[in-house]
C-alpha cells in the first residue's frame, strides 16, 4: 500500500485484495487520523482469481455505502485501468445492476480487508 497524504477530493483510488480490486472517489482526507472518506464506484473481480486484467466480473457500486478507512490501505489509480472501466460501468444495462447484490459483494469485500489487513485498523 502506498503514501495517500497527497490525495485529493475527486480522485480515484484503489485497494487491492485477493483476487478483487475496490476502485473508490475520494471525499475527504483526515489527516490528523490517517483515513480516508471514500465513496466506492465499482469492484472489479478476476473471473480467474488471479489477473484482474483477463477476464472479470465488474460491479456498480455507485449507490452503496462510504467508507471511512485507513489511507494505508489505498493507491492512487492509474487512468490506464480506470478509464475503460469507468466507460464500461456507465454504459451497465439497468437490468445488470442489482443494488442487493452489489451491497452484498462491497459487504463481503470489506469483510475480506478487514481479515487481510488486521493492522490497519488498529
Given at each position: 500500500?502506498?503514501?495517500?497524504?497527497?490525495?485529493?477530493?475527486?480522485?480515484?483510488?484503489?485497494?487491492?485484495?485477493?483476487?478483487?480490486c475496490?476502485?473508490?472517489?475520494?471525499?475527504?482526507?483526515?489527516?490528523?487520523?490517517?483515513?480516508?472518506?471514500?465513496?466506492?464506484?465499482?469492484?472489479?473481480?478476476?473471473?480467474?482469481?488471479?489477473?484482474?486484467?483477463?477476464?472479470?466480473?465488474?460491479?456498480?457500486?455507485?449507490?452503496?455505502?462510504?467508507?471511512?478507512?485507513?489511507l494505508?490501505?489505498?493507491?492512487?489509480?492509474?487512468?490506464?485501468?480506470?478509464?475503460?472501466?469507468?466507460?464500461?460501468?456507465?454504459?451497465?444495462?439497468?437490468?445488470?445492476?442489482?443494488g442487493?447484490?452489489?451491497?452484498?459483494?462491497?459487504?463481503?469485500?470489506?469483510?475480506?480487508?478487514?481479515?487481510?489487513?488486521?493492522?490497519?485498523?488498529?
Open positions: 500500500m502506498g503514501c495517500a497524504l497527497n490525495f485529493k477530493p475527486g480522485q480515484i483510488v484503489s485497494l487491492e485484495c485477493g483476487d478483487a475496490l476502485h473508490s472517489e475520494v471525499i475527504q482526507v483526515v489527516e490528523a487520523r490517517q483515513v480516508c472518506w471514500v465513496r466506492p464506484l465499482m469492484l472489479v473481480v478476476s473471473a480467474s482469481g488471479k489477473d484482474l486484467s483477463e477476464e472479470y466480473t465488474l460491479s456498480d457500486l455507485r449507490d452503496g455505502a462510504d467508507l471511512l478507512w485507513p494505508s490501505l489505498f493507491r492512487e489509480a492509474f487512468d490506464t485501468e480506470v478509464i475503460s472501466l469507468l466507460t464500461e460501468l456507465h454504459s451497465l444495462d439497468a437490468d445488470k445492476k442489482d442487493a447484490i452489489a451491497s452484498r459483494q462491497l459487504r463481503d469485500f470489506v469483510d475480506r480487508v478487514w481479515e487481510a489487513f488486521p493492522s490497519a485498523f488498529h
